[in-house]
């Protein structure tokens, strides 16, 4: 049985100059007569999201335009409903009853269809194994789908079988009631015990695919907050526990990334690069192998705890680092360092 699903991660990319004798005026309504099928409703949360580039800086929608400025503008295209196909993929279920599913994500297993990976998806591998689940015009229709882990993070993942269980578990979601804790290999010594990372994240208007940092009381962006603690200080690396009070796209990689600690192997945020320790042979070969034994970012979702729909009390899961993370870090341990 198919299911559709409708594909909302498509964006297109306008880059507009000001043309000489351009009188200034609100860059929202300067776009409003440039742009076909829009409003400036959509204009300003645009620039709201940080979307909007005025010589390659964002900007608020009350900007005015001058002659030469460089306007880059992205915004989503019409969505697609798409047909999702039921494939036989092995999933690892923790727990499943009449509610809801807990998964332990395997590393390199996308979560749901989207531009590029329209098979081949834990979404694919759910409605082959479960049948249809429900689905939310909020969640972007994804089945069962009230929060990700990307492809290459590892760890928990809760399903909704329900729509009602759907809907509370978004609502819990929603107001921070959920507690998540994931574990991450970042380089660096990180000197702080423990912190807070507090910062507005938007799309990267040149890339889609990375996320930028604005600051936290800005008007660009939505608020992001991390919570990290250093679990194990490993030389040259350092395995730190991180808990989410928000859950934004690629929230721990780029917020540890920010403070200076990229994650190890992360290919989007510099971190498959040697950031640290010496320039040997050897060393070179030892960080290639620890990264070979990862598909990317060492990221693992390791605890997930809410309140179940209809039992009406706390529930937890939590599980143990995939073996190749745990072979990353045994080989640290044994590394001397010089």
């Not at 460089?70 to 727990?95: H, S």
């Not at 250093?230 to 920010?258: A, D, P």
Request: with cysteine; aromatic share 8%; proline share 4%.
């Amino acid at each position: 049985m198919e299911e559709e699903f409708i594909d909302k991660e498509l964006f297109e990319i306008y880059k507009i100059t000001v043309d000489f004798g351009q009188k200034p005026i609100r860059i929202d309504k300067f776009l409003l007569d440039k742009l076909e099928n829009t409003s400036r409703n959509k204009i300003q949360e645009s620039a709201k999201l940080g979307n909007i580039l005025v010589n390659e800086k964002p900007i608020k929608s009350n900007y005015k335009v001058k002659y030469g400025d460089v306007i880059q503008l992205v915004v989503r295209e019409k969505p697609k409903v798409l047909k999702l196909i039921p494939q036989n993929i092995p999933i690892k279920v923790l727990y499943e009853d009449a509610e809801l599913i807990i998964i332990n994500k395997d590393a390199g297993l996308v979560v749901h269809p989207g531009h590029g990976n329209y098979k081949g998806t834990l979404i694919n591998a759910l409605i082959y194994h479960f049948g249809q689940l429900p689905t939310s015009p909020e969640l972007n229709h994804r089945p069962g789908l009230v929060h990700r882990i990307d492809k290459n993070t590892s760890g928990l993942l809760v399903i909704a079988k329900t729509e009602s269980t759907m809907n509370h578990l978004a609502k819990q979601f929603f107001e921070r009631t959920v507690e998540r804790k994931y574990l991450a290999l970042v380089w660096g010594d990180v000197k702080e015990d423990q912190g807070t990372i507090k910062t507005n994240l938007a799309r990267n208007v040149k890339n889609r695919k990375v996320m930028d940092t604005y600051d936290f009381e800005g008007d660009i962006g939505k608020h992001a907050i991390t919570n990290y603690k250093v679990i194990k200080k490993l030389g040259y690396v350092t395995l730190v526990e991180c808990k989410l009070e928000t859950g934004r796209t690629h929230q721990i990689r780029i917020h540890m990334k920010s403070i200076g600690h990229p994650l190890f192997n992360d290919p989007e945020y510099g971190g498959e690069k040697i950031l640290k320790g010496h320039n040997s042979s050897n060393y070179r070969k030892f960080i290639q192998n620890c990264f070979n034994e990862i598909p990317g970012q060492a990221l693992h979702a390791k605890s997930l705890s809410f309140e179940h729909p209809q039992k009406k009390k706390i529930i937890s899961f939590e599980v143990e680092l995939p073996d190749g993370f745990k072979k990353i870090l045994t080989k640290f341990e044994k590394l001397e360092i010089k």
